[in-house]
């Protein structure tokens, strides 16, 4: 009888740890689970599935209208409406709005709270979309930017007005170059690909953060 009730048990408590079971549905304020990352990684090619992780989430957002042609076409737009980047929020692909969710809510708020004792006031940015190949080369495979579906993070700004830039603190060996570390690495269990200054010269003074379908773990 003691065999035949593990099982059970087990089930009961998965039930009641939705975000260690593979079919659950995403909640973005769950706890970070086994399951999670493999479900956000689902959302890639799953529009209508992720748009209503978001909406099943709370979080708030607007669907835009699609723009573009050819490779730079951009079917999938959501803007975060409540989520701190600057100088605006552009739209970008469902499932990058979704990462970028969990990075600030898993990853960088906890960062921030644990190393500096405060909240995060502005996440500030390159840019998402730009319809160009890779490095802005004549040929080649084209950029997870030409369709949004990328993000360039350059610097974080706390509460308190302190600013960590990855050009200026990335270096360092103090709380700022520790938060910057921390904010890679976390995003790497969110995005696709992550590319840091550690990755190259091009890449010394943000973060290149994308949802591509197409890669899975890339994280330098």
Not at 76 to 81: H, I, K
Not at 112 to 132: D, K, P, V
Not at 157 to 163: I, Q, S, T
Request: aromatic share 8%; net charge negative; hydrophobic share 40%.
């Amino acid at each position: 009888m003691m065999f035949a009730a593990l099982p059970i048990a087990g089930w009961r408590w998965i039930k009641d740890h939705p975000e260690h079971d593979p079919t659950a549905p995403l909640n973005l304020n769950h706890p970070v689970g086994w399951a999670t990352a493999g479900k956000l990684a689902t959302l890639r090619d799953d529009v209508a599935n992720c748009r209503a992780v978001l909406e099943r989430s709370g979080v708030v957002n607007e669907t835009l209208d699609p723009v573009g042609e050819g490779p730079c076409a951009r079917p999938d737009r959501t803007r975060l409406e409540d989520y701190p980047l600057a100088p605006d929020t552009p739209p970008v692909t469902c499932s990058a709005a979704a990462a970028l969710e969990l990075w600030r809510s898993k990853t960088l708020a906890p960062a921030a709270q644990e190393i500096f004792g405060t909240g995060i006031a502005r996440i500030e940015h390159l840019g998402a979309y730009s319809c160009r190949r890779t490095y802005g080369s004549a040929e080649g495979p084209w950029s997870e930017h030409a369709t949004a579906n990328a993000i360039d993070i350059t610097a974080f700004v706390l509460d308190d007005g302190r600013r960590i830039s990855l050009v200026a603190d990335w270096d360092g060996e103090g709380e700022k170059a520790r938060f910057l570390r921390r904010a890679r690495e976390g995003a790497c269990q969110w995005f696709s690909t992550v590319l840091s200054p550690d990755y190259n010269a091009a890449h010394a003074d943000h973060f290149h953060l994308d949802q591509s379908p197409r890669w899975s773990g890339v994280c330098r």
